[in-house]
């Protein structure tokens, strides 16, 4: 009796498996992505390295790099991020402090994943992912006379 109701619900089980109520097919994952421009991801991301440069209470100017939208993948035409990666003057003795500040803020504002790593010197680093999805690094340089600032969004489809 158990052999045939085990043989009857493999049959079923079988049964099920070869047929597709469903005629569409399953989504791709560029299907889930939102839909931006690559302009207006790269003003986002610009915006946003203004703002830490302010947070982090440095004066001088950001280095001339120009955030610029990247591929995701094989297609030049299919799903984009942008990354930029500035150097920021300040001096030495403000790496820890400045980057614990921006830390304790990044947590109140709803940032995730936020990771503060001091070295042995003075040289620190933080990490961190914004409530738009955009992962940001920011790194003392050797010698710490700069903050390496990174910031990566996820990917997105052309609008």
């Known amino acids: 009796m158990i052999r045939r109701l085990a043989g009857a619900a493999l049959v079923l089980l079988l049964a099920a498996a070869c047929t597709n109520s ?25 915006a946003l390295a203004e703002t830490l440069r ?14 610029r939208a990247q591929a995701c993948g094989d297609e030049d035409d299919g799903p984009f991020n942008v990354f930029v990666s500035y150097q920021l003057p300040l001096p030495t003795a403000e790496h820890r402090a400045a980057l614990q500040r921006l830390r304790d803020h990044w947590t109140t504002a709803g940032w995730t994943t936020v990771t503060y790593r001091p070295f042995a010197d003075t040289r620190a680093e933080l990490t961190g992912v914004n409530p738009d999805d955009y992962g940001v690094r920011i790194l003392s340089g050797n010698p ?8 990566t969004t996820p990917c997105y489809r052309h609008e």
């Open 22 to 46: 469903d005629p569409k097919p399953a989504p791709t994952p560029t299907s889930t992505l939102s839909a931006r421009s690559p302009a207006a991801v790269e003003n986002a991301v610009a």
């Open 54 to 67: 302010t947070d982090l209470g440095a004066t001088q100017p950001l280095s001339d790099e120009q955030p």
């Open 144 to 151: 710490p006379t700069v903050l390496a600032l990174q910031i």
